[in-house]
């Protein structure tokens, strides 16, 4: 008898221009561009196992183990039922494939790093789905079309597709056709660049992006300033400091970015707080550090930048990396021992715990 599974996976993607806020919440159709770096080790990942079987008497998915319930019309039942229309679609094209698109799926998922904590769990998650779905239904969609899928799981997962440098182009229609991720670079074209992963607290979030961002688009005047006036610019100015391996110029809108997104958090009725005072005492060491090596008449050495929850992620030419460690690591003397933090992409712990 012939088994249908394949495996998957994808890794998580940390923005540098945020995400933040829906024009539609159905279809998860954004109201900015955003753009991110895909972190290419195996430090954080979701690994997804999708098996189709006739015997199966409906669509079931286990996450770390525990079953989540898959909603009628919900963001899982979404996905599975695109890639499996794209499948059909196949079959009805060639019909010597297996009629393997009737059949339900059963699907299981890990994630190696907290889930739901601020570290893009749905960003990996929600790609790992779709590319096991894809690798099972054995669809020729490439990463573009897929991310238009993943997109609908969660919209952070479309950009986790492709790997290096990635946008999110918004996309003006009302369908979502053209709001799908394109690759700005690839990883190869900038070596250079590292990120430092600093679990500050790695449990889950009390407010969830989803529900975070909603009550942004509904409460906050800020937000309007930033769609309009603030991102265009910089997905413009970052796309040419990328470009341009300006690592100066990418952190300083690295940096302003974040901080601009945690403003709109914080002018959000009510308010919220994703950032603690381990956050912001890890951005006073990154301001400082760069303080220094301005005043010495040297260029920005890092940026932080932290999505919603308290973790940092630092971004470094490699050369930096190093020292960036030591320094946490005396700052922050409950630094459990680093992982691998000079590999490309390495992740390593602050407190209390390290990333396995
Ligand atoms: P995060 O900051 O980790 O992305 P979110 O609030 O955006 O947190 O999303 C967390 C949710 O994403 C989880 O509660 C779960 O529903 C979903 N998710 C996380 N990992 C996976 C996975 N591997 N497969 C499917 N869904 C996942
Ligand atoms: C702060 O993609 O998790 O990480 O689309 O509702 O699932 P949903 O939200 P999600 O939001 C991510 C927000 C962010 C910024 C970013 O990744 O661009
Ligand atoms: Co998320």
Known sequence: ????????????????IK???????????PTNSSLSVTLDQDHLRSTTTSR???????????????????KDGGRLATCIKEMRALRKQLEEQDPSL????????????HNNFPTAAGLASSASGFAALVASLSALYQLPADASRLSLIARQGSGSACRSLFGGFVAWQMGERADGSDSYAVEVAPREHWPDIHALICVVNDEKKGTSSTSGMQRTVETSPLLQHRIQHVVPQRMAAISEAIRARDFDAFARITMADSNQFHAVALDTEPPIFYMNDVSRAIIALIVEYNRVAVANGGKLKAAYTYDAGPNAVIYAPKENIKEIVELIVKYFPQAEKFKDPFGLFGAAGVQPQVIP
């Open 19 to 29: 995400y933040w806020g829906k024009r539609d919440t159905k279809l998860i159709l």
């Open 98 to 109: 297996p009629k393997i698109a009737a059949f339900p799926v059963h699907i299981a998922s």
């Open 1 to 16: 008898m012939t088994v249908y599974q394949a495996t998957a996976s994808a890794p998580v993607n940390i923005a540098c």
């Open 52 to 70: 189709a079987d006739p015997s199966f008497d409906k669509d079931r998915l286990w996450l770390n183990g525990v079953e989540e319930e898959i």
